[in-house]
Structures are given as C-alpha cells and as structure tokens.
C-alpha cells in the first residue's frame, strides 16, 4: 500500500520551474539579437513617454482621439515591459530560469495587454466612425464620460476573461520536462510540457483568440467599412482626402492584430516550437508598441504640433 502511494505521489510530483530556451534552433547565436530588441524596447518606452507627455502639457490634445492614444500608450508599455526584461536577461545574463508563478503570471499579462490593445482600437475605430458618419452628434456621443466608461469596461473584460488561461495551466501536471523552447512563458508553449491533457488549454486559447480579439477585429473592419462608404459619398475631393487620412494611421496599425489569431492556429497545429512562430509571437509584442507612437507622429499634424511646442518650451526653461 505504501510502495503504490509513493508511486502515486511521485508521478503527480511538480517542476518548481521552467527554463526558457530562447529562440528555438538559433541558441548559440540568439544573445546577437538583443541589440535589435533592446532599440524597439527602448523606442516603444521612449516614444510613449513622449506621447504622453505631449498630450498632458498642450491642451488642444485633449481630444478624445488623443486621450485614447494616450491609453494605448500606457497598454503599450505594459505589454512591452511584461516581455522584454526577461527576454534580454536570457540573452545578456543567461538567466533562463523562471518560476511556476512568475511564468503564469507572464502569459496572464500578456493576454490581458494584448486583449486590452485590441479593445483600445476598437475604441478608436468607433471614434473616427462617428466622427466622420455623424460629425454634428459628435460631441455629445463622444463623452469624457464614455471614454472613461469604455476604457474600464476593457480593463475589466480582458482582466477578468483571461483568467481561466493562467488557471487552467497551472492546474496541469508537469512531472518531468520544464525546458521550454521559447522567450517568453507562451500558454500552449507551457502547457505542452505537461504530462496529462492539455486539451482544455487549447481549446481556451482558441476561443479567446477568436471570440475576443476576433469580435473586436470583426467591429472594427465593419466601422472602418461604414466610413469608407460614408467617405466616398462626399463631393469634396479635399474632404475625401483629409477624412482617409485621419483613419489611415489606425488602419496600418490594425494589421498587425490579424498576426495574434495566425499565431494562434499556429501554435495548436505544431507539435514542436520552431522559429517562426516564436519569433512572430515576440514581435508582435514589441513592434507595435514601438511602431504606434511613431505612425501616429508622422501622420498626424496636431502631434508634431504639440512635439515642436513642448520641445521649444523645454529650451525656453533652459
């Protein structure tokens, strides 16, 4: 009797950690790659700041469609910094082991930062709809207050509907592999270490990815679609042209959200990690954070406006 519980006992016996590989089949050569990761990090920390600060200090930024970029700023640099630190301590300082908690909490993070990112340009795209469908209703639809209302509803929906899929993969039992051939502590990167059924993970990830993100994908083509056939029955070349362009900035960063449900799928056909997918999966994380401050800069006058005024202030006080 006691020889079987000692069996039973050690076969359902826990890793205390997990080893994070790096990119799969590049390992001896992968630390190059933090000069590049370090840059997007610091442009996607750095330009955020600058942002955000440039929409506090000038007052004609406190626009609705501003203060929802200033949200994305703040998402922007969480998800950034929930994947980067740990990431260039892999490659400078070898430090590839994390523990059971800090890695559940990892792939809780990011979920939750990428769904929130989703929510903010669903936000934005139902901005610019009404304000080029409906601009005389503009500012009594779009509120200080539903702004507010909106942004605790998507830090509530993703904070709480994320939940399940760092429960589930802690609820797994990993007796025996705890090396994981990737950067980052990815959902269905850990649970396939696990020895009994990760099934349920899977399936979790995918309605997640679908339900969530897809949801918020399919509004947002359906707002943009509304403007475009709003847009194209203007007689005002001009107008025509001065309405594309304020909808183009989150039209180029959108695209980057259709990659979350490529790596899904992905990630549930492979048997094993390979390099594009991780690698996809990591960028996606760090690009658009550092990518997004940089469009909306370039694309919009009002910004490079407030950038010139609070730079020329900075020179004034020195």
């Avoid at 997990?18 to 750095?46: E, K, V």
């Avoid at 679908?210 to 847009?231: F, Q």
């Avoid at 549930?268 to 990690?273: D, G, H, P, S, V």
Wanted: charged share 15%; proline share 4%.
């Amino acid at each position: 009797m006691s020889a079987s519980l000692k069996a039973f006992n050690s076969s359902k016996s826990q890793v205390s950690e997990f080893i994070l590989l790096g990119f799969p089949g590049i390992h001896s050569w992968q630390h190059w790659l933090s000069l590049p990761l370090t840059l997007l990090y610091l442009s996607a920390i750095g330009t955020n700041v600058l942002i955000l600060i440039i929409i506090c200090q000038d007052p004609s930024l406190k626009q609705p469609m501003y203060l929802f970029l200033g949200i994305l700023s703040v998402v922007d640099m969480g998800l950034a910094t929930t994947i980067m630190p740990k990431i260039l301590a892999i490659f400078w300082f070898d430090a590839k082991v994390i523990s059971l908690p800090e890695c559940f909490a990892q792939i809780y993070a990011i979920h939750c930062f990428v769904g929130m990112e989703s929510g903010i340009f669903l936000c934005m795209a139902f901005d610019r709809y009404v304000a080029i469908c409906y601009p005389l209703r503009y500012s009594s639809i779009i509120t200080n207050s539903l702004i507010l209302k909106a942004t605790l509803f998507m830090v509530l929906r993703n904070g709480l509907c994320v939940i399940p899929v760092p429960v589930l993969a802690a609820q797994r039992n990993y007796c025996s592999r705890n090396e994981i051939d990737h950067c980052l502590c990815s959902n269905l990167g850990v649970t396939s270490l696990a020895c009994d059924d990760r099934r349920p993970n899977s399936i979790r990830q995918l309605i997640l990815a679908w339900v969530g993100m897809g949801s918020d994908l399919g509004l947002i083509i359906l707002s943009y679609t509304l403007i475009l056939r709003s847009v194209l029955r203007l007689n005002s070349a001009e107008a025509v042209s001065k309405a594309l362009n304020t909808c183009s900035s989150h039209l180029i960063l959108i695209l980057f959200y259709t990659v979350v449900v490529v790596i899904s799928v992905t990630h549930l056909a492979e048997t094993k990690a390979t390099l594009i997918p991780v690698l996809l999966n990591v960028m996606h994380n760090i690009i658009p954070p550092s990518l997004n401050p940089i469009v909306y800069a370039l694309r919009t006058r009002e910004l490079r406006r407030g950038f010139q005024k609070v730079f020329c202030r900075s020179l004034q006080e020195k």
